[in-house]
């Protein structure tokens, strides 16, 4: 008998969990993992079903990085293409965590600064039209000569680079972070010079963390005048979908899932019903562990929630439904809130005596 031939295995693409939506009018989105190849990003956003995505260019936790690989960045161009994915507006790279060119020690800013441009460039190796990054902190140094040096840092990195986007996120405001204000962001903008190439991302999160109400359609828009009374309408470029574990004003940046934290529903629902925010990327940053693929979940409720009023029955459900699932963690959060605003208190009080205490020997001596 003659040998049995073996069948020619045949490779079987694993179909993606999530269908993508092409008739929404929105990018929504989330940040996908890249390990593997910088290229596997763009499966892993088809696979739960995102119409944008964010990623890192390389290790967050680590200064330097080997360079993308030609077969990677070729690979990355293909998918993108085979998939749909316009890399100049449907994708917003999240820049290190190390990174802080606010930093008034000069060795730190310049090991920062080359951290930076080495993103940027590598967006501009995979056509990638945006950059989002966090503005950093003055630590211990005079603030406004961290907004100028923040400034003069982005300038010198956009002469380095041809077309990508600067755009600047904010902050949930502890500390001497920058950003936490929209008015530190309006005074770096003013300071660059090409303003074509800088932006804004506005995250959730952080401005409630900041102390901006954005609870409801009503608080959501006067949140989006107040931005284009202080910074431009022209800036708004990217969105940062979160949920709050702590509550308004708390300046803790913990993020939570959709309808669970402090914020609630309603202002997902109008954000799905935000007429000027189609064409943005609107990406996820909400807690899934090691499991991307529940960030299709959260995409698939954004779309749900597209032409639905908060007077809506079903709306109503699932609002309350998930208010409902988050309630332990959002009595937790309060708890430690209330400790710390105490203890804050009682801290101003003392600082205030004290003060009071040497006017009144000044006052004396005279």
Not at 256 to 278: D, M, S, T, W
Request: contains cysteine.
């Amino acid at each position: 008998m003659p040998p049995k031939v073996k069948a020619p295995k045949v490779k079987v693409e694993k179909p993606f969990t999530y269908e993508r939506n092409l008739q929404s009018k929105f990018k929504f989105g989330a940040h996908v993992g890249m390990s593997g190849g910088i290229y596997k990003a763009v499966t892993n956003a088809m696979n739960i079903g995102g119409n944008s995505f964010a990623l890192f260019l390389k290790s967050p936790r680590k200064w330097v990085s080997p360079a993308l690989k030609p077969d990677d960045i070729a690979k990355f161009a293909e998918l993108c293409k085979q998939y749909n994915y316009n890399p100049r507006t449907d994708i917003l790279p999240h820049g290190s965590y190390f990174i802080n060119l606010a930093n008034p020690d000069p060795e730190k800013e310049a090991k920062a600064y080359d951290s930076f441009l080495d993103d940027l460039k590598r967006c501009e190796q995979l056509n990638i039209g945006l950059y989002n990054f966090h503005p950093g902190s003055s630590l211990d140094g005079d603030r406004q000569q961290a907004l100028k040096q923040l400034a003069t840092n982005i300038n010198k990195a956009i002469k380095e680079t041809d077309f990508v986007k600067i755009v600047i996120e904010n902050m949930a405001g502890h500390g001497n972070l920058i950003g936490s204000d929209l008015k530190d962001i309006r005074e770096v903008i003013e300071l660059v010079d090409d303003k074509s190439r800088v932006g804004v991302c506005l995250d959730t999160c952080h401005s409630f963390a900041a102390g901006y109400d954005i609870t409801d359609e009503e608080k959501w828009d006067a949140f989006l005048k107040q931005f284009d009374d202080i910074i431009g309408a022209e800036y708004l470029s990217a969105i940062h979908l979160n949920d709050s574990k702590a509550p308004l004003g708390a300046n803790r940046d913990l993020h939570q899932k959709l309808g669970q934290g402090f914020l609630g529903l309603e202002v997902f629902r109008a954000i799905a019903n935000c007429e000027r925010l189609q064409g943005i990327p609107i990406v996820l940053e909400t807690p899934v562990g090691d499991n991307d693929e529940i960030y299709g979940e959260e995409i698939k409720l954004l779309e749900w929630l597209e032409g639905r009023s908060k007077d809506d029955a079903e709306f109503i459900a699932k609002r309350d439904e998930l208010w409902a699932l988050g309630k332990k963690e959002r009595e937790e959060q309060l708890k430690k809130f209330d400790v710390k605003s105490k203890k804050r208190a009682k801290e101003e009080e003392k600082n205030g005596d004290i003060t009071k205490m040497v006017k009144k020997r000044k006052a004396g001596a005279k």
